[in-house]
């Protein structure tokens, strides 16, 4: 048998184009091989098996099992037990059979049969090469009750998914473009900007300008906007700057503003009526937003300034290490050079993205749809219900579809997954993270470190080893299409992102 991986959590195809799937978090078995047929029936060391195909990839295994199959195992665990157990009066292990039955027998004697049961048809399923998705399912059969006080020969009825064939249907004809993102000056000097302002040094500062913070207290004001509304909002610290501020009017009230200046203005003005910003800004529910008043009065508390850092080998230091440049003119071709390698790997993110749409969109085939919904309600009670199952379902079966197309992939090219391939992802990983930071050049032992312990979070190791799966199974469905370049600027590029994002509702 062989396990389906966990869907990718950290970034692969099932987690870009629609999040994470149960079928993709849960761990699917499929039997490897290919049958001639399906079998009818078949005697699995005297117990009788049999499958029956029902509609399309639905089918239903029956186990046929008599008192002569499961006695001699219900025998000898008896005789195990007898031995082991402890009974008053007796010698440990000599404890008469009658009391070892009548205390545990009727215990062993379920287990016994449900293991024989469970054993049957694993056998038959992998002898038989029968590759089925998920688990199966006792059968909802009405008919099928097993008493164990009233039989002694018993049929038990499993439903099973059977896996639909697939294979990778990707070719030269799928064009796919692959932008190519050329960085100008002016996105350099925007860089360089940034980088002064992030390590930037703050002080205070008696006049407002337009990137200043400003520190305000805010009292809510009655319906005439002239005294503070009794039981409102009152004498609430929140800060705010200039050039953020839409409202013109506001704005110039702010810039040249000193501490101990007061005025009044719209609250919803200041904030470019975003709800979310003043609930958190006063400290009240959003809920709430809408019954304030719109006039307050404002007191301005205190100016921050944050001095752009200066460029200097101080800076340069920081920003590359020690003594990598010496000049403003390597530090802006070393900086470009970063520049560079990222938006390629955002291109390349990019270009992945829409591998995945071909992917999803090329690969519409039949699934064992009912016996899918029923597994999903009955082994995910928290997501699925029989209210929401028909509405979930096709998003499911969608991210389903992928994952049987990329093990298929992975298993025909013989791909396999090295501890090494784990170690290098999670250190990849890891750096990433320290990128995310504000930390693009951290030393080896540092992202080391930190995969160490990331190692240490439940799911992690599966995550990554999914992510290696992903990257294996995205390079060569890469390499299936024809990829057209298209060199474009930085906006134009995130402009494309953010129409594809609308268009398909990302």
């Known amino acids: 048998m062989a396990k389906l991986v966990d869907a990718p959590d950290l970034g692969s195809g099932a987690a870009r184009c629609g999040g994470s799937s ?20 078949l005697k699995q060391n005297k117990v009788e098996v049999a499958l029956q195909k ?24 008896l005789k195990k037990t007898q031995k082991k157990v402890n009974v008053p009066g007796f010698r440990p292990g000599h404890a008469p059979m009658g009391m070892v039955k009548k205390m545990y027998g009727k215990g062993i004697y379920v287990d016994e049969v449900n293991r024989l049961a469970s054993e049957a048809m694993y056998n038959y399923l992998d002898e038989n090469k029968i590759e089925y998705l998920a688990q199966p399912i006792m059968a909802d059969n009405a008919d099928q009750k097993i008493n164990f006080d009233a039989e002694e ?28 993102i050329t960085v100008s000056d002016a996105e350099l000097d925007k860089e360089i900007d940034t980088i002064q302002r992030r390590y930037s040094k703050e002080e205070t500062a008696e006049t407002a300008e337009e990137k200043d913070i400003v520190y305000l207290n805010a009292t809510e004001l009655d319906d005439a906007g002239k005294a503070p509304l009794d039981g409102g909002v009152a004498d609430k610290n929140i800060s705010t700057t200039p050039e953020l501020v ?21 609250i919803f003005k200041m904030f470019d009526n975003n709800e979310t910003v003043i609930s958190s800004s006063l400290g009240i529910q959003k809920e709430g937003v809408a019954d304030l008043n719109k006039k307050f009065s404002f007191k301005v508390t205190e100016i ?35 520049l560079e390698k990222y938006y390629a790997q955002e291109a390349e993110n990019m270009f992945e993205h829409n591998v995945d749409h071909l992917i999803y969109d090329k690969h519409i085939f039949d699934l064992p749809e009912q016996f899918l919904k029923r597994w999903l309600v009955e082994n995910n009670k928290e997501d699925f219900s029989p ?47 320290l990128r995310q930071y504000g ?20 799911g992690y190791m599966n995550r990554v080893t999914d992510m290696v799966a992903q990257r294996k199974f995205m390079e060569v469905a890469k390499s299936k299409v024809k990829a057209v370049e298209k060199e474009v600027g930085v906006e134009e590029f995130y402009d494309i992102i953010k129409k594809h994002n609308e268009e398909h509702n990302h």
């Open 22 to 41: 149960p079928f993709a978090r849960t761990n699917f078995w499929i039997i490897k091989g290919k049958s001639t047929g399906l079998p009818f029936l």
């Open 439 to 458: 930390m693009p050049n951290a030393d080896e032992a540092l992202i080391r470190q930190i995969s160490e312990n990331n190692k240490k979070e439940a």
């Open 246 to 266: 839409k409202d013109k009017t506001i704005q110039k009230k702010l810039v040249g503003a000193k501490v101990g200046d007061e005025f009044i203005a719209d």
């Open 304 to 338: 921050k300034r944050f001095i752009p850092a200066e460029l200097n080998q101080e800076l340069f230091d920081t920003v590359f290490g020690q003594d990598r440049v010496s000049d403003l003119d390597g530090f802006k071709a070393l900086l470009k050079e970063d």
């Open 153 to 180: 020969d018993f049929t038990f009825m499993f439903e099973i998914g059977l896996a639909p064939k697939v294979d990778l249907e990707l070719s030269e004809k799928d064009k796919v473009t692959r932008y190519k």
């Open 54 to 77: 029902k509609d399309g990839l639905e089918a239903v295994l029956t186990i046929n099992i008599s008192k002569d199959d499961y006695s001699p195992r219900v025998e000898a665990e």
């Open 387 to 433: 209210e929401n199952i028909e509405q979930k379902y096709q998003d499911e079966a969608r991210q389903l579809r992928y994952v049987l197309v990329r093990n298929k992939v992975l298993a025909d090219n013989d791909i396999k997954i090295s501890q090494e391939d784990v170690e290098n992802m999670s250190m990849a990983y890891s750096a990433q993270m």
